[in-house]
Every structure is written in C-alpha cells, then in structure tokens.
C-alpha cells in the first residue's frame, strides 16, 4: 500500500478546497492499494468522511483546548474527526520556529491521542555537504518514539522543497535505507514530487508527500493513478 500525501499548505481558500475534495474523490473508486491524504490549510478543514481521501491536519497545538491565540487544537480536529497530522514540517521549523523539542511535544501529544502523525525531517543542502547528513537526521527523530505504529516518517530535503529539483533516485535510496534501519514506519518522500516523477520515486520508497503539485485534481490525480 502505498502513501499519496498532498499538502496543500496556505494555498485554496475553503470553496476551492471544498471543491477540489469532491472532485478528487469521485475519480477514485477504480485506485486500489493507494492510502490518499489531504493537508488543507486549517480554514478550509471539514468533516472528515470522504470515500477515499483522508482529511488531516497541517499543524495544532499539543493541548486540549485552552488560551492559545492563533491556533487551533485536539477539540477542533475532533469536531471533523479528523485523527490525522502533520508534525515538523521543515516550514514550520524554519519560519515558525518549531524546534526538535517542540515537535516531539506535538508528536507525544497526539499518540497518547491515537493520530496518524506524519513525522517530517530533511537536511539543507549546507549539512547534506558537510558530510554530517545521516548524524543529522539521526538527531531530528532521537526525540520521537520510533516504534509508534501509527507514524509515517516524510524524508523531505530542504533544497528539493519548492525548487524544482528533485532528489536523486540513489539519494533518496540512500535514506530510506538508513531510515529504515531504524524504524519499521513507512518512509516517504518530500520535495518538488510531480506528475513525471512519481513514479519512479514510488518505485524507491513507500510513498509521497506533494506540496505544489497537489494544488490541481488533474495533476494530483496523475500522481496517484501512478
Ligand atoms: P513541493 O512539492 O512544492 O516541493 O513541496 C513539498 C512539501 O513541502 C510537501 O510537504
């Protein structure tokens, strides 16, 4: 079974996502042994019932509810049974500051609470070139109980993200091997994955995580028909 993750980020407003949603579900009953999610941005969130599309979160704070301007938490999620998140996005880490400390209070949080947590970590190019990249991601996942059973680990290299430039099948061959000999959790990949690429990056790893070539059904879809 193979993941088809795609995250939307701050891009389609709640109408377009509404929209993309339906589409994109009633296209799918023909694909079997695919495991479809959608990471809409928080306002566009709904219920969560869709045939063959799993709806999760991008992000939510580590509390029940509470005093917590600006974020939502578990008592939003829930109201769209939504059990699914996304923790550590390199985003979130490198523009809302989220460290390795932070993210691993998310992720206790949510698997005392059950939740599918899609776990990220890449390296920049700078620490892929200092030679230190396995030390590195060693270090992103020593906070994080890698044993947990509902975690899929999103290996996503900062340099790939939004570039266009995809990683090497050898490259992502290499970490999904390391990866690997730490966890049993599936490895997927991040960064600038399309419709003419994921293929072959299926081929190597147990799934995908899309950024902007999720935005369009057709293109979304093309990855996921594989
Ligand atoms: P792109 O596919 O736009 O490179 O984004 C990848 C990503 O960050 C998915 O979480």
Redesign the pocket.
């Known amino acids: 079974m193979k993941i088809i993750a795609g995250?939307f980020?701050s891009n389609l407003n709640r109408k377009s996502t509404i929209g993309f949603l339906k589409s994109l579900d009633s296209t799918l009953d023909n694909i079997s042994n695919k495991e479809i999610y959608i990471f809409p941005a928080t306002s566009s969130l709904v219920e969560n019932n869709f045939k063959h599309i799993i709806l999760g979160a991008q992000n939510a704070h580590y509390a029940e509810s509470g005093a917590f301007t600006g974020e939502i938490t578990l008592h939003h999620l829930e109201e769209f049974n939504i059990k699914t998140i996304?923790i550590a996005?390199?985003?979130r880490r490198n523009l809302f500051g989220e460290s390795d400390e932070i993210c691993a209070t998310k992720f206790d949080f949510f698997k005392e609470r059950d939740f599918r947590i899609f776990y990220?970590i890449g390296e920049s190019l700078e620490v892929r070139e200092s030679g230190k990249m396995l030390e590195f991601l060693d270090s992103q996942i020593s906070k994080i109980d890698l044993d947990y059973q509902n975690l899929v680990l999103?290996y996503?290299p900062l340099w790939?993200?939004?570039?266009g430039r995809v990683a090497k099948a050898e490259q992502i061959s290499e970490i999904y091997r390391f990866l690997k000999s730490r966890t049993n959790a599936p490895i997927i990949y991040?960064?600038?994955?399309?419709e003419k690429n994921a293929s072959e990056i299926l081929g190597i790893c147990d799934g995908v995580?899309?950024?902007?070539?999720?935005l369009k059904v057709e293109s979304f879809y093309e990855i996921i028909k594989g």
């Open positions: 995250n980020k996304l996005h390199s985003e990220c999103a996503e790939a993200i939004g570039t991040g960064g600038s994955v399309n995580l899309v950024g902007s070539a999720s």
